[in-house]
């Protein structure tokens, strides 16, 4: 159903920079023209989005791409709806810079709100253009008719196919935005949870990731990459890894070393023997580890103030709190490392990439290259969950840094494990420091500082070129500025601003500007970091204020979606107001809105502490989500409960270690990670809010969780885990 | 050189030296894609497959370890038009986000349901144990074990 499931010849087809033309971008996008919703604001054609076929189906092209969230079955479902088709009469194209509208990166939680907004208003225009047509061929009134399954069908009985029409459809002209989509009380195919199209293939072993391309003549290669940061090529022994098994090619430019061979394990064999005789000149120490937080604060800063809210401070009788959290920096650690075909010939490049955009990544790589955007095509294919910007765009390059040394033979490359950890842009470690005052059990005073280096270093930067071995040619290359967001996402300062009805606040974004560990996008971005303090903190003054830390969230809250959610949780949970931990066993809450305007989840847990161990157990969790019109619940539970999941992961366990001279977290035993047994029970509970619009929810619940866990921990035991991860040495100081 | 290998009850013949990972010759000379590398280290169990009923890595599994010996990789279980109920069980349960652990996982749930026909919930989680996933699928996982479970009794 999408382009990861073509078969071997349509594959190759792809392969001659066989280029197809859309009209994506016509010229009105320059005039005046009205603001349209969603993704056809960017891409406004009906054909950019939609085609009818003679035999009946549709075709839909997205610029999403799949990342193991579903989104491919939730936007086809959206656009079935809106046609009134079956689902299994529609596919999807998605990803392709030679087919699909460009949207982007997939990231943010945003697809389901842009992307499924554009096909949703796209597919109610084409319903209504094929309706316009039958009409004129019984010569009856649009109005008059039915529309099942594809069929239209006249008062009188006469009916027409879809792809009986599709001739005569004019789909390349501009979306109105106008034609009004179903109401929801109509929907059959949104709001059911549709089995996911991809799992099939993926349980039987049918090819489903861009690890399983395999194309006639390909050869698989291996870079040898420095044993630190900018570390430089001196010497290797090129004569003796040309003469192993298998060596078809060498590459060397600059600092950047790879090869190919014919075989999988040659060419690992050849990469081990490469690296095992470079010798490089060592690249700049990284910080000490042990004063990581205060030397990254000292290091050069943006300061922005992205809220200010001034009111006359109580004179006296509140009670101060203050209190500062930490986040190290944290792996995506895919568990499939990252994997690109790459082929050159003719002069055009084709690349088959699980990258989260085609369209930034060309642009970017094209200048890497030295190459023009036309002459290159990125089509994506799934790779292993990325859970924001890995090394899938580095090891596009890689590739095709060796593909112009294979004549013409595809170049697949998947990075090694210690590889992956080594290289890929970590989540930043951010420091989060907050004072705030109580008094009458309400907040009078929220003052909030973060500090973080930049989630922003994806591809598609203006200024540079982000992508890891263009640093290393000869002709080295830079990587682009550290960059802040604003609303309405933001990075570093993602939910920095609280949602709760504050009197005075004043919250600050100091972005790190050098880049002493390589950092971008990891999922929910600073959300996660600012969910925990924020929501650390909010437990901190209730603590002050004496009141039960349900009671005072929600005596703090404006929204009523939100305060339904809070209730919601609490009532799963079967929450006892003032209720408290036993030394061992505690639970508590956390809460956000993801990026102040996405879905509302709240998240309650129970920990076990392990006082001798300093382990901490969850045994169980609650969740609560509203995310607007539920696509797919099951979807949502998915993604809700997956990322519970996650955060508990990144919260008990994950930190990247380094020492002075390098990156230390190399496999799964120095980046463990959780295991089976200690994955919590989860209970989730959605609200509906079908008369709403979706609202993006992939990311929802880190932040919740992980305010959550620490929430839980202090009331279990009395103490407060103020820097993360919680693993038994900071669990056993804190108790000590 | 020309190693013989007997994959999914078929005799094949793979032309690779006896020190390569029983993974590539499967994946790349063999064409199944079921196994994937993940760490090439025996730790994240994505590369599993069954030598003699045993769950296996095959990425640190040279040929020459695997002789004569029966190897069953997930395509062997079943196929798309004939589930087997380990996989049947896995889409009924929508047990995945990206699916790259999901090889290992129903491997090695075969290997526990071959010996424990009817695990307790904690029994599986043990048994998978050593399959790590990074999307938070874990309890769909162990639902869709369970589910199979039950229905290997009626089939």
């Not at chain 1, 009469?89 to 030679?98: F, K, L, P, W």
């Not at chain 1, 989509?181 to 993926?202: E, F, N």
């Not at chain 1, 790879?258 to 005789?277: C, M, P």
Request: with cysteine; proline share 6%; aromatic share 6%.
């Amino acid at each position: 159903m999408n382009a990861s499931h073509l078969t071997r010849r349509d594959f190759t087809a792809g392969i001659g920079g066989i280029v197809l033309a859309f009209s994506l971008t016509p010229a009105a996008l320059t005039q005046q023209a009205p603001r349209l919703p969603g993704s056809l604001q960017t891409n406004r054609m009906l054909s950019a989005w939609l085609a009818i076929n003679a035999d009946g189906t549709a075709t839909v092209f997205t610029g999403k791409v799949e990342l193991g969230q579903g989104i491919l079955t939730a936007l086809a479902q959206i656009a079935a709806e809106e046609l009134d088709l079956p689902l299994s009469r529609v596919r999807i194209i998605s990803g392709d810079t030679g087919r699909t509208p460009n949207e982007g990166q997939t990231a943010g939680s945003q697809s389901v709100e842009n992307s499924g907004t554009a096909l949703r208003l796209a597919g109610a225009e084409v319903r209504a253009i094929l309706l316009d047509l039958a009409a004129k061929k019984f010569g009856v009134g649009a109005d008059t008719l039915k529309v099942a399954d594809g069929v239209i069908t006249a008062a009188d009985g006469r009916k027409v196919g879809y792809g009986d029409l599709a001739k005569e459809a004019d789909l390349k002209r501009e979306a109105t935005g106008k034609v009004a989509p179903k109401p929801t009380a109509q929907h059959r195919i949104v709001g059911q949870s549709i089995p996911r199209v991809d799992l099939a293939a993926k349980v039987t072993g049918g090819a489903a990731f861009v690890q399983d391309l395999r194309l006639p003549g390909m050869v698989h290669g291996r870079v040898a990459r420095p044993p630190q940061y900018g570390a430089q090529l001196e010497s290797f022994d090129e004569a003796k890894v040309r003469a192993m098994p298998g060596v078809v090619a060498l590459v060397r430019d600059g600092s950047f070393l790879a090869v190919a061979a014919e075989r999988e394990e040659q060419a690992i064999k050849a990469v081990e023997a490469l690296s095992a005789s470079a010798k490089w000149k060592a690249g700049p120490a990284l910080p000490d580890p042990a004063r990581l937080y205060e030397q990254l604060k000292a290091l050069p800063t943006q300061d922005t103030t992205i809220s200010n809210k001034e009111a006359p401070l109580l004179a006296s009788g509140a009670k101060v709190v203050e209190a500062t959290y930490h986040r190290p920096y944290q792996a995506h650690a895919a568990l499939g490392p990252s994997c690109a075909v790459a082929q050159l010939r003719d002069g055009q490049l084709t690349v088959w990439s699980h990258t989260q955009g085609v369209f930034p990544l060309r642009a970017t790589m094209a200048r890497a290259l030295g190459m023009k955007p036309p002459s290159i095509r990125c089509i994506h294919m799934e790779g292993a969950g990325c859970y924001g910007h890995n090394g899938a765009d580095d090891v596009a390059l890689d590739a095709a840094l060796i593909a112009r040394a294979t004549n013409g033979r595809p170049v697949r490359v998947q990075w090694m494990r210690a590889e992956e950890f080594m290289w890929e842009p970590y989540g930043p470690a951010m420091t989060m420091q907050a004072k705030g005052a109580v008094a009458d059990g309400r907040i009078v005073d929220w003052n909030y500082d973060v500090w973080s280096q930049s989630h922003n270093m994806r591809p598609g930067d203006p200024d540079g070129i982000n992508l890891l071995s263009s640093w290393y040619l000869a002709d080295a290359k830079t990587p682009g500025p550290a960059r802040q967001a604003g609303p309405p996402n933001y990075a570093g300062d993602r939910n920095a601003i609280p949602t709760y009805d504050l009197p005075r606040q004043r919250i600050t974004h100091h972005l790190i500007k050098d880049n002493p560990l390589r950092t971008s996008a990891l999922r929910t971005l600073g959300g996660y970091a600012n969910v925990f303090a924020v929501e650390s903190f909010m437990d901190e003054l209730a603590a002050a204020a004496g009141v039960d830390p349900v009671a005072f969230r929600l005596a703090h809250v404006k929204d009523p979606r939100e305060k339904a959610v809070i209730e919601a949780v609490a009532k799963a949970a079967n929450w006892k107001p003032g209720e408290k931990g036993d030394g061992v066993r505690g639970r508590g809450i956390g809460y956000s809105r993801y990026k102040t305007v996405a879905a509302y989840n709240a998240v309650i847990v129970e920990v076990e502490v392990d006082r001798t161990s300093g382990r901490i157990k969850i045994p169980r969790a609650w969740t609560s989500v509203d995310a607007g019109l539920i696509i797919s619940p099951d979807g949502l539970i998915n993604q809700i409960e997956g990322g519970l999941i996650q955060s508990a992961s990144w919260t008990l366990h994950e930190a990247v270690r380094f020492d002075r001279s390098g990156i230390t977290s190399r496999d799964w035993a120095s980046y463990p990670i959780m295991t089976m047994p200690d994955v919590p029970k989860v209970e989730t509970v959605l609200l509906n809010r079908p008369n709403d619009r979706p609202l993006g929810a992939g990311e929802a619940s880190q932040g919740p969780t992980v305010a959550a866990i620490a929430n839980a921990f202090a009331a279990a035991t009395g103490r407060r885990l103020r820097e993360l991860p919680f693993d038994p040495a900071r669990v056993k100081a804190a108790l000590a | 050189m020309a190693v013989s290998l007997k994959v999914n009850g078929a005799t094949r013949s793979v032309n690779a030296e006896p020190d390569t990972p029983l993974l590539y010759a499967l994946r790349n000379d063999l064409e199944l894609n079921a196994a994937k590398f993940g760490c090439g280290l025996s730790q994240c169990g994505a590369c599993t497959v069954l030598v003699d009923g045993v769950p296996t890595r095959s990425c640190a599994t040279p040929l020459s370890r695997v002789g004569q010996s029966e190897v069953i990789t997930l395509e062997g279980l079943g196929t798309t038009a004939k589930l087997h109920p380990l996989q049947q069980a896995f889409i009924d349960e929508q047990a995945g986000q990206c699916g790259y652990c999901l090889n290992g996982m129903i491997m090695a749930a075969k290997a526990l349901l071959d010996k424990n026909p009817r695990p307790t919930e904690a029994q599986v989680r043990d048994g998978l144990a050593g399959n790590l996933c990074r999307c938070g699928s874990h309890n769909r996982i162990v639902r869709a074990v369970l589910r199979a479970a039950q229905t290997n009794g009626r089939i």
